[in-house]
């Protein structure tokens, strides 16, 4: 059974930082790009970051780079998102989406943990 749970997010300062926490179970994301969105109270779901099976490449949303930073343990099964320098407008609940091709796309949400900003 596939599952990933989010955990770390909570209310934070502006200015501060948060580490965001994606524990994976039942596949290996060694095999799966893994990555983070976000959601803001009406609006749609964004694009955050993403990190290849590997690790070795990454790729960021214009409004976090040099901010955040994301990364992984193979070994552990997890994926991180070190969040600095929040800002109000970075408030949403964040998700963690595991996605492979083959043959077909296969594509695997968490239940998102919250992240507060506050001003």
């Known amino acids: 059974q596939v599952q990933l749970i989010e955990s770390g997010g909570g209310l934070v300062q502006a200015g501060g930082s948060l580490r965001l926490s994606c524990a994976a179970s039942?596949?290996?994301?060694?095999?799966?790009?893994m990555g983070w969105f976000r959601q803001a109270p009406g609006k749609e779901r964004e694009f955050v970051a993403r990190?290849?099976?590997?690790?070795?490449?990454?790729y960021y949303s214009d409004f976090v780079k040099g901010r955040f930073t994301i990364s992984k343990d193979n070994a552990k099964n997890m994926v991180y998102l070190q969040m600095s320098s929040l800002k109000p407008e970075d408030t949403a609940v964040y998700y963690c989406r595991a996605r492979v091709v083959s043959l077909k796309e296969y594509v695997y949400w968490g239940q998102g943990t919250q992240v507060t900003v506050s001003s």
């Open positions: 039942g596949f290996r994301i060694s095999s799966y790009e």
């Open positions: 990190i290849s099976g590997s690790g070795a490449s990454t």
